[in-house]
C-alpha cells in the first residue's frame, strides 16, 4: 500500500480549509515557485511546482478532496501501482497539466489521451500568469527539444434561456470555420459552468491529436 501524501501540508493549509482558501495558496505558492523567480535553483523550482499542483488536483475539487479526506480519517493507504499517488491515480499527469496551460508541450512520442481534469486549474490561473509569465515555464518544462508549444483548445460560450439550464437540453452551437455543433446541457446547470467537448478543438500539425473545445455557459 502506498503511504498517503500530505497535500494540505504540501500546500500550507489547513484540513478546515475551503476551496477558495486553497485556491488562493496554490496561486500564492505557484507564483513562489516560477522558475523566473528562482534562476538559481530552477530544477527545484520545477520539482516543487509539480508537488503542489498534484496536491491541489486532489484538494482543488470537492469530489476528489471528500475522497482523500475519507481516507485519511479512515487511517487507509492509498492502493495503487508501486510510486503511483492518489492524484495520478485520478488522472493527474504534470505534462498533460503544462501542455494544456500553454507553459510547455510534451513530445509527440509521450503523448497520450490525457484523462486529467483541467478545470480547476482553468479557474485557479485565470489571468494570474501574463503570457510572458507563462513561456518562463517552458525554460524548465519540456518533455524534449523538438517539442513544439501548441494550443489545440478552442474556447466558445453560449447563451442559453433559464427554462433549459433547469431542465437540460440540446442547444447548436456555431464556429468559425466548422460545422455547426450540438450541445447538450445537462439538468441543472449553472452560469458560468464549462463544458469540455474532447476532440473538437484544432488538430496539432505534430501529432495530429485534435484538441478539445472549452463551452463557457451563460444563463440568461
Known amino acids: 500500500m502506498q503511504p498517503n501524501k500530505d497535500y494540505y501540508k504540501i500546500l500550507g493549509v489547513s484540513e478546515k480549509a475551503n476551496i477558495d482558501e486553497i485556491k488562493k495558496a496554490y496561486r500564492q505558492l505557484a507564483k513562489k515557485y516560477h522558475p523566473d523567480m528562482n534562476p538559481n535553483d530552477r530544477k527545484g523550482a520545477e520539482t516543487k511546482f509539480k508537488e503542489i499542483s498534484e496536491a491541489y488536483y486532489v484538494l482543488g475539487d470537492e469530489k476528489r478532496k471528500q475522497e482523500y479526506d475519507m481516507m485519511r480519517k479512515g487511517g487507509y493507504a492509498y492502493q495503487g501501482r508501486p510510486g ?85 437540453g440540446k442547444v447548436e452551437l456555431t464556429i468559425r470555420g466548422k460545422k455547426n455543433i450540438t450541445v447538450t446541457i445537462p439538468k441543472g446547470v449553472a452560469d458560468g459552468t464549462k463544458l469540455r467537448l474532447a476532440g473538437l478543438g484544432e488538430i496539432c500539425p505534430c501529432c495530429a491529436k485534435k484538441g478539445d473545445l472549452l463551452v463557457k455557459i451563460l444563463v440568461k
Open 84 to 168: 503511483q499517488s492518489y492524484a495520478y491515480a485520478q488522472g493527474f499527469d504534470i505534462d498533460d497539466l503544462l501542455s494544456h496551460l500553454g507553459f510547455a508541450t510534451r513530445s509527440s512520442g509521450k503523448r497520450r489521451a490525457s484523462q486529467m481534469d483541467f478545470d480547476v486549474f482553468d479557474e485557479a490561473f485565470g489571468d494570474s500568469f501574463s503570457p510572458g509569465e507563462r513561456r518562463g515555464f517552458s525554460n524548465v518544462y519540456s518533455a524534449s527539444p523538438q517539442s513544439e508549444r501548441v494550443n489545440t483548445d478552442v474556447n466558445a460560450q453560449i447563451e442559453i434561456p433559464r427554462r433549459i439550464s433547469d431542465n437540460g
